[in-house]
């Protein structure tokens, strides 16, 4: 089985080691590109992971902190989540179909 891919969001970090620690601070950069966020855009995209990401934004990011797309996401592999283990024995889990209240039957 393959395994899922995940990223790693470095964005913070590159602030960081460029002497940004303020999320205000990207503002100004991005909007020289022409990348026109909000306030609080910005500091989601900062602060947390994005799911969506446009190219533009992306590549505006990587000429702001002069580094390659390969430090801002990391790639790594997802974390598996474990399957309970059936009982011995057992052909199938009850789960809740065999709790549920029969049909009365009138005769």
Same mark, same amino acid.
């Given at each position: 089985?393959? =395994?899922? $891919? ?7 970090? $590159?602030?960081?080691? +460029? ?5 205000? !601070?990207?503002? #100004? $950069? $991005?909007?020289?590109?022409? &990348? ?13 992971? #994005? ?12 000429? &702001?902190?002069?580094? +390659?797309?390969? =430090? ?9 989540? !474990?399957? #309970? ?5 057992? =052909? ?8 549920? #209240?029969?049909?009365?039957?009138i005769l």
């Amino acid at each position: 089985m393959t =395994e899922k $891919l995940d990223y790693r969001w470095k964005l913070r970090e $590159l602030m960081a080691t +460029r002497g940004m620690f303020s999320t205000t !601070a990207l503002k #100004p $950069l $991005l909007e020289e590109r022409g &990348i026109s966020l909000s306030s609080s855009q910005v500091y989601r995209l900062v602060t947390e992971t #994005p799911e969506r990401l446009s190219l533009k934004v992306l590549m505006a990011l990587v000429d &702001i902190l002069d580094c +390659r797309m390969e =430090e801002l996401i990391e790639p790594v592999a997802a974390a598996r989540t !474990a399957r #309970p283990k059936k009982a011995v024995g057992s =052909e199938r889990d009850p789960g809740v179909g065999d709790l549920r #209240p029969k049909r009365a039957r009138i005769l």
